[in-house]
């Protein structure tokens, strides 16, 4: 039986899906979730320092990034739609 070699340095590949925002509601912790062109649901938290989104707070400011493209990791992976 031959064994398998795994090469490690092999370069990684990024994929980046993009996907338009359509909606957003909240979700059971009132933390906002964009719905995407996509079909899937992505978290849009604004928590400085770490994730600064301050468009989410305000409902204009939301409506002003629909159409906007955000990188959907679920696509990325191949995930079935979430609705």
Same mark, same amino acid.
Not at 17 to 24: F, P, S
Not at 36 to 39: F, G, P, S
């Given at each position: 039986m031959a064994k398998a070699?795994?090469?490690?340095?092999?370069?990684q590949r990024t994929v980046t899906? #993009? $996907?338009?925002? *359509?909606?957003?509601h909240l979700d059971d912790e009132?933390?906002?979730v964009a719905r995407?062109?996509?079909?899937h649901f992505q978290?849009?938290?604004?928590?400085?320092?770490?994730?600064?989104?301050?468009?989410? #707070? $305000?409902?204009? *400011?939301?409506?002003a990034m629909l159409g906007q493209q955000l990188?959907?990791?679920k696509c990325d992976h191949g995930e079935l739609a979430d609705y």
């Open positions: 070699t795994i090469n490690f340095n092999l370069p899906m #993009l $996907q338009a925002i *359509t909606g957003y009132n933390h906002w995407l062109k996509c079909l978290h849009v938290r604004h928590q400085p320092p770490f994730i600064n989104r301050p468009w989410v #707070l $305000q409902r204009e *400011t939301r409506e990188d959907c990791k």
